[in-house]
């Protein structure tokens, strides 16, 4: 069993360049989720979709783009990568809201990026 | 907004004594989910317990429990017979309906170190 997937696992990236990091899951969930992680401030959502074809603006949407063409893929694009935008980037989905749902969010290993 | 505050970046413990973590949130919500993630060094998020806004009792999982004040917005977890596999990063989050969809938002964390 996969799990959350993401690829890549580490990325260097110059400004302004252009990057997509994929997240697929295989346990059907409707919820899926982009995060970033920085150190001192925990983990801050940038977008997320409760389903195939939906996304939504998390805390900080800036400069990042995504898209959810199949129910089990969520790809985050930075257009033109800044230094800023180095970081840890998680994935995580979840069952929607319902029997099943206990809220419980099953997150990917992480991607490093750095941007130079 | 749907905040998450925990006060203590950093904590220590001994081994086999207790700990307690604190965390407080804001919302105007009346339904929602509590939670506590834990991140070792690994970088992997692990769920540690859960916390229904509508239940009055205590979530309790193993070692770990929380203390849930609803009307004060405080939800503390407590580690009880401390293990050196303890020491991560502990989050705590908050899971809320918005208008897309329920979204999860976490605290900036607290870093526990287990000490023999």
């Known amino acids: 069993n996969a799990g959350v997937t993401q690829t890549p696992k580490f990325r260097v990236l110059k400004t302004g360049q252009s990057m997509t990091l994929l997240c697929a899951q295989d346990?059907?969930?409707?919820?899926m989720y982009w995060y970033r992680q920085d150190p001192g401030m925990g983990l801050r959502l940038i977008h997320y979709s409760v389903g195939e074809g939906t996304t939504a603006k998390g805390e900080v949407p800036d400069g990042y783009n995504v898209s959810r063409l199949k129910k089990q893929n969520f790809l985050l694009g930075l257009e033109s990568a800044a230094p800023s935008q180095t970081s840890v980037y998680f994935c995580a989905s979840s069952y929607s809201f319902g029997q099943l749902n206990t809220g419980e969010l099953f997150f990917g290993e992480g991607s490093r990026l750095t941007v130079l | 907004a749907q905040t998450v505050t925990q006060s203590q970046p950093e904590m220590s413990v001994q081994e086999a004594e207790t700990v307690t973590l604190s965390c407080t949130y804001d919302?105007?919500?009346?339904?929602?989910?509590l939670f506590w993630y834990k991140q070792p060094p690994s970088r992997q998020m692990i769920l540690v317990i859960r916390?229904?806004?509508?239940?009055?009792q205590n979530a309790t999982e193993n070692r770990f429990s929380v203390n849930f004040q609803k009307a004060a917005k405080s939800f503390s977890l407590k580690i009880s017979d401390s293990q050196l596999g303890d020491t991560a990063m502990y989050f705590c989050?908050?899971?809320?309906?918005?208008?897309?969809?329920?979204?999860?938002?976490f605290g900036k964390g607290t870093s526990l170190l287990v000490t023999p």
């Open positions: 989050a908050f899971y809320y309906l918005t208008n897309s969809g329920y979204a999860l938002n």
């Open positions: 346990m059907n969930h409707e919820y």
């Open positions: 919302t105007s919500e009346s339904n929602y989910y």
């Open positions: 916390q229904e806004a509508y239940k009055q």
